[in-house]
């Protein structure tokens, strides 16, 4: 009778998945720290990755906020007798120079004395006031002698055959190099050329994009640091920011933390172990909207001034595209008035051909008739 009421109490009883249950029971304090663990494990990795980051965009920032990028440059012309450009590299200020004057000085000269087009000397000034143009707008006019007058933002640089002024860099007081004319002191406001195109890049794209990126990475800064200063380390320490800096410029993980990372603080509570409170907050700013960043995250801010930089080049690109096809349209222009047509030259040398011919074949009938009366004559 025992051995039946043993097998009646057992019939239909899983004791094995009884003993499966109590084991994961047994085991779910272990799991609970296993995955506390892989979560550390993932975030440090994560900070690592930041970390790198962050070490690329300062290198980038650096390179964005060096004087010698946008301050700096050197312009020449082939002939530094006839026209040169120099701002040297490490120096507030820089003087440019045009020299063209000697050259309205070498045409006039050649001119008055042989009573010719001097069109290789021409030839050459005009080369030089477009090599100018590259550099700067500006306007010219012709002068009773001949010469070319220039002059930019209305202050004469170059009358007749005496230069008037001179381009020169100076700091107003923004750290910036602006233009002006040196003797005039009058301020310059470049509308095209490479000298505008420098400002406007410096003083628009650039400077949006560096103020872009330095609210970035101030609001990450101020974020995480608002979430990692009141955690504990596994030492109980409380109190070290996790970024130091300020701003884009000098942003990075602070030494102390990469020195020892025992020192992150990443628990709500000192002596909590596997307490990751902190941690998590951190980890949830990713997908947090920032007021300071426009609400937006800080992913998509990042992404908005990529798409924006990106945006602008291929429009710059296109834009400059589009000025080459008109440049060399306009180029065809001139040379179709100015320069020489092969059409036309093969047209004309064809018909001195057939006239000398002609005039060859007169002579030749001439020559025979003169010697037939000759020796008729006879």
Do not use: C
């Not at 057992?10 to 892989?38: H, I, T």
């Not at 996790?242 to 603080?265: E, Y």
């Not at 007021?291 to 296109?318: E, K, M």
């Amino acid at each position: 009778m025992s051995n039946l009421g043993v097998a009646g109490l057992a019939s239909g009883f899983d004791w094995k998945s009884l003993v499966s249950q109590l084991a994961d029971v047994d085991r779910a304090p272990e799991r609970v720290l296993q995955n506390d663990q892989n979560k550390i494990y993932q975030q440090n990795n994560a900070y690592a990755g930041i970390q790198t980051e962050l070490t690329v965009l300062k290198s980038r920032i650096t390179t964005l906020q060096s004087t010698d990028l946008y301050q700096s440059r050197q312009t020449s012309v082939s002939d530094t007798t006839v026209g040169q450009a120099t701002a040297a590299a490490g120096t507030g200020v820089g003087n440019y120079g045009f020299n063209i004057a000697k050259l309205n000085s070498q045409i006039e000269s050649s001119e008055s004395r042989t009573g010719l087009s001097a069109n290789d000397l021409r030839d050459t000034r005009q080369q030089k006031l477009e090599e100018l143009g590259k550099l700067v707008n500006f306007d010219s006019s012709t002068g009773t002698s001949g010469g070319v007058n220039i002059s930019v933002g209305g202050v004469a640089l170059v009358t007749e055959n005496v230069v008037s002024d001179r381009l020169q860099t100076y700091d107003p007081g923004s750290g910036a190099l602006m233009l002006r004319a040196q003797s005039a002191g009058t301020a310059l406001n470049p509308t095209s050329g490479s000298l505008a195109g420098t400002i406007a890049a410096r003083d628009g794209g650039v400077a949006q994009l560096q103020s872009s990126i330095n609210t970035l990475a101030g609001t990450l800064i101020q974020q995480v640091n608002l979430l990692h200063g009141p955690g504990y380390g596994l030492n109980g320490s409380s109190g070290t920011p996790f970024f130091t800096g300020s701003g884009s410029g000098d942003i990075q993980v602070s030494s102390t933390l990469m020195a020892d990372p025992s020192l992150l603080q990443a628990a709500g509570a000192p002596g909590a172990a596997g307490d990751n409170q902190v941690a998590r907050g951190i980890a949830t700013l990713a997908d947090q909207t920032q007021g300071a960043l426009g609400g937006i995250t800080f992913g998509q801010s990042y992404s908005t001034t990529v798409g924006a930089v990106g945006s602008s080049l291929a429009s710059v690109t296109q834009s400059l595209a589009d000025q080459k096809s008109v440049e060399s349209l306009l180029g065809q222009q001139r040379s179709s008035v100015s320069g020489v047509s092969m059409d036309e030259e093969l047209s004309d040398l064809t018909r001195f051909q057939k006239a000398y011919e002609a005039s060859a074949r007169l002579m030749s009938t001439v020559n025979s008739m003169l010697d037939t009366v000759v020796h008729l004559g006879l």
